[in-house]
């Protein structure tokens, strides 16, 4: 499938943004381990937390996790403590070919029953639970946080807790962050006692009723969207975002306001801000150098966006980006010379765009790569290339399967090819 995309002259729009997948899925595994019986409110729609919501109400032998990378990672966590139960874990090709030996072999280390069932390293993982004991772990923390996150989330069910010693760089650290916190929401001990150890105490979690917020990592292609549009009185307003949101890619708002996008929060009338309205400032910055090491999945966003603005661009901290949903570094240096942009890359850990540009030809369309980020980044790019073809649109499902209906509301024209 392919969609033309025409945009609108005007941005005046409220976004039906989506619950945070990050949340969602997080609260869902703790809710299991829980033993609760009070589902989570507002859980996303998408596909990663659908995975999670059949997963633990079907109970399958054999559990499909489609693309999602926080599923198969919790999920191997969550099963390993599962008594008396077993499973195979899998998901699509691309999953099979995501790493996963780093938490493999600490759940392993912890007395886990996991297997391979294809290759070395990767998934397919035939899981047989029982009770762990915990303990002290030494664990990378510059592959994926996932795989903290993970173990994390089951050490309050440990007997003797979890003390996690992270080693090298760690890497997407909010999201550590957020994974204690929604733990502590549930009433777990768990948090970091010096920069690079968490402790976990062995304590039950308790079920509560728990609401999920929006997704600021969602939110972002609006922001994107209200850079690139030259409306005067263009303004979209944003839903059940907070203010003081444990999502690290809350931070798009400041990256923005770099962009020519301001922000205002207004309260409910509970006296909670979770109203967002954008604006044009009319300020740009010349030139944006940022790391996005704790904001990975904004990367996407601020290249289309600076490209687009003219903006030349030095961002780092992108090393884990070539094992995503696709490599990013590649998929991004590709689809962005098809718009007339030269980027190059660093070591694969950093993309940089001096202003050089190359004839434009996307005919074709802009390829998605199985990744739900191309195409929710680059569509916002019809506002400034008439007529943009987006090939596989059906991509967004993995974390914003109403985006193209929000689109449409706003008043972009989308046709399918
Ligand atoms: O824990 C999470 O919810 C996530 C952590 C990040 O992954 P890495 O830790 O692999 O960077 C992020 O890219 C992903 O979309 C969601
Ligand atoms: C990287 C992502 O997801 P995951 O790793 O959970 O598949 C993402 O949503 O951008």
Request: charged content about 25%.
């Amino acid at each position: 499938m392919q969609y033309e995309i025409t945009a609108p002259k005007e941005l005046k729009h409220t976004a039906i943004l989506p619950a945070s997948k990050s949340i969602s899925n997080r609260a869902l595994v703790i809710h299991a381990l829980a033993g609760g019986s009070i589902l989570p409110e507002n859980l996303s729609d998408c596909d990663d937390t659908e995975v999670i919501i059949s997963a633990l109400r079907d109970n399958p032998y054999e559990i499909n996790i489609k693309a999602a990378g926080t599923a198969m990672r919790f999920m191997t966590a969550l099963l390993s403590v599962k008594e008396g139960e077993e499973h195979v874990l899998t998901g699509t090709e691309r999953m099979k070919h995501r790493p996963i030996h780093v938490l493999v072999d600490a759940l392993r280390y912890l007395g886990a029953d996991i297997t391979y069932v294809g290759e070395e390293g990767f998934p397919p993982l035939l899981i047989k639970g029982h009770r762990l004991d915990g303990g002290l772990l030494e664990v990378p923390g510059n592959i994926s946080s996932q795989f903290i996150s993970a173990l994390l989330m089951i050490g309050p069910t440990l007997q003797q807790g979890l003390t996690l010693r992270l080693k090298g760089d760690i890497i997407s650290r909010p999201y550590i962050d957020m994974t204690l916190w929604t733990m502590r929401e549930f009433g777990a001990d768990a948090e970091w006692s010096d920069y690079e150890t968490i402790t976990v105490k062995s304590q039950p979690y308790h079920d509560r009723a728990y609401r999920i917020e929006n997704d600021w990592s969602g939110a972002s292609y609006w922001y994107e969207m209200m850079a690139l549009a030259t409306g005067d009185d263009d303004e979209v307003i944003l839903n059940g975002l907070m203010d003081a949101s444990k999502q690290g890619d809350s931070s798009v708002r400041y990256i923005f306001s770099l962009l020519g996008v301001k922000t205002q929060f207004a309260t409910t009338e509970q006296g909670i801000p979770t109203k967002v309205t954008l604006r044009h400032s009319g300020r740009c910055v010349p030139r944006l150098e940022y790391d996005f090491v704790n904001s990975p999945d904004l990367t996407q966003t601020f290249v289309v966006t600076c490209a687009l603005l003219g903006v030349p661009f030095h961002f780092r901290g992108l090393a884990t980006l070539k094992i995503k949903e696709t490599d990013r570094i590649s998929a991004l240096k590709t689809e962005m010379r098809k718009l007339g942009f030269v980027i190059y890359d660093i070591n694969d850990s950093e993309l940089v765009w001096d202003g050089e540009r190359c004839e434009p030809d996307y005919a074709d369309g802009i390829d998605t790569y199985e990744d739900h980020r191309m195409a929710l980044a680059f569509a916002p790019a019809a506002l400034r290339f008439p007529s943009l073809r987006i090939n596989h649109p059906e991509v967004v499902t993995k974390s914003y399967p109403h985006y193209w209906d929000d689109l449409r509301h706003c008043g972009f024209q989308i046709q399918q090819r």
